[in-house]
């Protein structure tokens, strides 16, 4: 049993990275829109996740030093700076976003409005990180989103076309109706997901929170790659069961109700509930993640006392930054932005500020000083210079795809 | 030793391995380091323009009384240089971070089981 909650911050990550409100929504809106046609797409973004989690769990855990403050160690204070900017203002709109997510599937379950559940949420959620140990909350949330699983069986229940599938699957086009932007706007959005910056922040802070040390090294590795393919699974789920659905009614999915149809239809009332439970679960842990990203990041940038291993007392600077990120996200879903809309935004702008967390980890996990003799083989340097470049390429392309394609709108 | 590469920005930890703070920056005297600098003031003198102006004004008033120097760190406190900066002191002998304990006395401890482990 013990081994099983030994992958629950690997699993945590991952959900808050591949299944948040954004990602339940944009691959369920992929699956419909285009059918299974993006799938190589989460395929990509598992592999390039694994890649990157890996060199900074095993920076962490044979140095002890988080992401960011390799960040700031090789960019220098100005560059990491702007960078802690960027990332800031994606984790907190993410943040927003999420809180706003909890907020929808309690909709979903209670029929009231989500904006009345908004306050609630953000006193569970700062309640939460201020009194809740770390290891609790990553067993309860990163395990109860794993019944998200109910997609999964779900495909296995409906009737598809599976000839069809694999066609799309195999000749990724936009197919009919749909053209080549609105088909690598959301190829790059749902690559973004998978790397989102706060996911290694907060892989990389979970790990010091959990004391890893050079010892760990095996547990950080079953971590990434049980948590992060398993992620991958989960929103490959909700993209196949919607391409099942939707996409030959030519049907389009735009809210979260619509998301949890495919369950309903194979297992009724059972799988609706699975399916909320899931949603609100998945939400609520991608708010965790973000809310506390928001408070380890700053404070590994100007080098504070921070992280729920020490009492809040403690670590004043770091809690305030983390109660004063959830007024924010907060503040922002009040405006009462659409948090699905506000997602797709982040995800876009979270394209661009990629590269400049990823290229310190590389650079750091070369380094002797770092590491001695843990540096990265010729895979992780091969495997991280091409994805290096990928993430360059999508961070080029993300602004002017988001305006040529109207944010997808075609 | 490559001061830019090997020293600055980096964590200093005290002897028990408690975040003091980073290298922000560093007294040179006759071609050696002297001193470490550490916080918001020294940070944002460091980084200039209109923004370290305004960080290192910022933490200028914070400072009790106002308007000390940056925190110093004497380069004989250091007891070893590895990813990290280690002293040979705990951090009670060092001078408290004024952000730090404003926000612990005005809002932190204020709230109900700020005094309790997790």
Redesign the interface.
């Known amino acids: 049993m013990k081994r099983v909650f030994a992958v629950a911050l690997g699993i945590l990550t991952a959900i808050g990275g591949f299944v948040d409100i954004g990602d339940i929504v944009a691959n369920a809106e992929a699956g419909a829109r285009f059918g299974i046609a993006h799938a190589w797409v989460l395929v990509v973004g598992v592999v390039g996740i694994c890649v990157y989690a890996e060199m900074a769990g095993r920076v962490t855990a044979v140095s002890g030093r988080p992401v960011f403050d390799l960040v700031r160690e090789r960019l220098g204070p100005r560059v990491a700076l702007a960078n802690l900017a960027g990332s800031l203002l994606v984790t907190v709109l993410t943040l927003g976003a999420e809180i706003g997510g909890v907020g929808l599937a309690l909709q979903l379950a209670t029929s009231v409005d989500y904006l009345l559940w908004v306050p609630v949420i953000g006193f569970v959620l700062w309640a939460a990180l201020w009194r809740a140990k770390f290891s609790v909350l990553e067993n309860i949330f990163g395990l109860t989103g794993l019944v998200l699983i109910v997609f999964v069986i779900a495909y296995f229940r409906l009737p598809a076309d599976h000839g069809e599938l694999l066609r799309q699957a195999t000749h990724p086009s936009p197919g009919d109706g749909e053209d080549w932007g609105t088909y690598w706007f959301m190829a790059v959005a749902l690559f973004a997901s998978a790397l989102t910056p706060y996911e290694v922040f907060f892989f990389s802070s979970g790990a010091v929170e959990e004391r890893w040390n050079a010892k760990d090294l095996l547990t950080s590795r079953i971590n990434v790659f049980a948590g992060f393919p398993l992620g991958g699974l989960l929103a490959f789920a909700l993209m196949l069961t919607s391409a099942t659905v939707f996409h030959p009614l030519d049907l389009s999915v735009d809210s979260l109700s619509q998301v949890a149809l495919p369950a309903a239809i194979a297992f009724g009332k059972l799988g609706l509930a699975a399916a909320i439970l899931g949603f609100f679960a998945a939400t609520f842990g991608a708010a965790m993640e973000t809310g506390l990203s928001t408070g380890y990041t700053v404070a590994q940038y100007f080098g504070w006392n921070w992280g729920k291993l020490r009492k809040p007392r403690d670590a004043a600077r770091f809690h305030t930054v983390v109660m004063a990120g959830i007024l924010a996200g907060i503040a922002v879903l009040m405006t009462s932005i659409d948090p699905i809309q506000l997602t797709e935004y982040t995800l876009v702008f979270s394209a661009v500020a990629l590269p400049l967390t990823y290229l310190p980890i590389l650079v750091v996990a070369n380094d002797r000083g770092y590491l001695g003799d843990r540096v990265n083989g010729r895979l992780a340097n091969g495997l991280g210079t091409v994805y290096l470049i990928v993430v360059l390429a999508a961070a080029v392309a993300a602004i002017p795809l988001m305006i040529i394609t109207r944010m997808g709108g075609g | 030793m490559l001061i830019g590469f ?1 020293l600055l ?4 930890l005290d002897a028990d391995g ?5 290298v ?1 920056d560093v007294e040179i005297e006759d071609g050696t380091v002297v001193a470490l600098l ?1 916080g ?1 003031q020294a ?1 944002g003198e ?2 200039g323009g209109r ?1 370290g102006r305004w960080i290192a004004a910022t933490a200028r008033r914070m400072s009790e009384p106002p308007d000390q120097p940056p925190a110093r760190i004497p380069v004989d406190l250091i007891a070893e240089v ?3 900066v280690t002293l040979s002191v705990r951090r009670e002998l060092l001078v408290d ?1 004024p ?2 304990t404003w ?2 006395d005005h ?3 204020r ?1 109900p ?6």
Not at chain 2, 18 to 22: A, C
């Open positions: 090997d920005d980096r964590q200093i408690e975040p003091v703070g980073k922000d550490s918001q940070l460091r980084i923004i590895t990813s990290a971070p952000l730090e926000l612990r809002l932190i401890a709230i089981g700020a005094r309790d482990e997790s």
